[in-house]
């Protein structure tokens, strides 16, 4: 099966303003979720959806960081406006029914000028 | 690379050799534990897992123990390959939570 798939695979842009990162997760899976690892930190929870419903947002860092996941299959990730700090890598992951064995993509490099 | 600034330790071992990797956790509520290989420009690939009711766990090259004791955790690879050479990540996960705490990694060298 495929695995979970992000696009694009790097985005350089100017602070200010925005960017939409996307998720594939691997098909059938339930649990889609968003990590990131900013320079010098470890990977970092962000949120967690069941189908199209948002089950923990708590890891998101403020509002200009937003999450859909609509019709339950692939998810965006919003950043606006983009700041230096947003630097790093997002990845996303995905889980079929629970929260075990999460399966993560290739991740998507942001870096924020 | 995304490990530039994020101080690892290392952890060099000969090819043939076998190679531990140690990880410390914090929360005794924990009741899941993974562990995860990445390798330079890729995500984080799934080696093993294991739940809290469980002290070890074999795969194949691979062996993950567990010592809610002192919260240790560690994974064991058998006969390292220059294929092994990666940073690897333990993650934890607490009960009745679905997301994943993880450590800050350590990279394996496989010398020739």
């Known amino acids: 099966e495929a695995g979970v798939t992000q696009f694009p695979s790097h985005s350089v842009i100017e602070k200010g303003q925005t960017v939409t990162l996307r998720c594939d997760p691997i098909s059938g899976h339930d649990n889609l979720y968003w990590y990131r690892r900013v320079m010098g930190k470890e990977i970092k929870f962000l949120l967690h959806f069941v189908k199209e419903s948002k089950q923990d947002e708590s890891g998101m860092p403020n509002n200009r960081f937003l999450a859909e996941r609509t019709g339950g299959t692939y998810s965006t990730l919003k950043v606006q406006p983009a700041e230096l700090e947003d630097s790093g890598v997002y990845f996303c992951?995905?889980?079929?029914?629970?929260?075990?064995?999460?399966?993560f993509g290739p991740g998507t490099r942001l870096t924020v000028t | 690379g995304e490990s530039v600034g994020l101080h690892l330790p290392t952890l060099s071992v000969q090819e043939g050799d076998n190679s531990i990797i140690n990880c410390a956790y914090s929360n005794s509520a924990s009741d899941y534990f993974i562990w995860y290989k990445q390798e330079s420009g890729k995500g984080p690939q799934f080696i093993i897992d294991?739940?809290?009711?469980?002290d070890k766990r074999q795969g194949q090259r691979v062996t993950v123990l567990l010592n809610k004791t002192v919260k240790h955790l560690s994974l064991q690879i058998a006969a390292t390959q220059p294929g092994d050479s990666a940073v690897y990540f333990c993650a934890e996960k607490t009960s009745g939570t679905y997301k994943y705490i993880f450590g800050t990694g350590t990279r394996l060298k496989v010398l020739a």
């Open positions: 294991i739940r809290s009711n469980m």
């Open positions: 992951a995905s889980s079929r029914h629970g929260p075990y064995e999460q399966y």
